[in-house]
């Protein structure tokens, strides 16, 4: 179901809600059962929270210009520890 707008000439704008495509040029305000005019207007996009509303447009943006990364997305790279020195091997020559 979408929420329409229409706009009564007496009690101002109302919302209907029907199905998606279904909506007629004119309707009835449920106050005085009068004709009412559809309104168009721009989606309501400034509910979305700004978190998310970044989010959706770095991801817009980076299926056009993909971010070049060196490392996978996570924790730095751990090294992994070294055995102790052997002893015996620092006898032997170096080339």
Do not use: Q, W
């Not at 106050?31 to 989606?43: H, K, N, Q, T, Y």
């Not at 980076?62 to 520890?81: N, Q």
Request: charged share 25%.
């Amino acid at each position: 179901m979408a929420a329409y707008a229409y706009r009564c000439a007496v009690h101002g704008e109302f919302e209907l809600r029907l199905a998606m495509g279904t909506a007629p040029a004119r309707g009835s305000c449920p106050e005085c059962l009068g004709d009412a005019a559809r309104v168009f207007s721009a989606p309501r996009l400034s509910l979305g929270s700004r978190t998310v509303t970044a989010l959706i447009d770095h991801t817009e943006k980076s299926r056009d210009e993909p971010e070049v990364v060196r490392t996978p997305a996570g924790s730095p790279r751990r090294r992994t520890p070294m055995a102790p020195p052997n002893p015996a091997l620092a006898r032997l020559p170096r080339p």
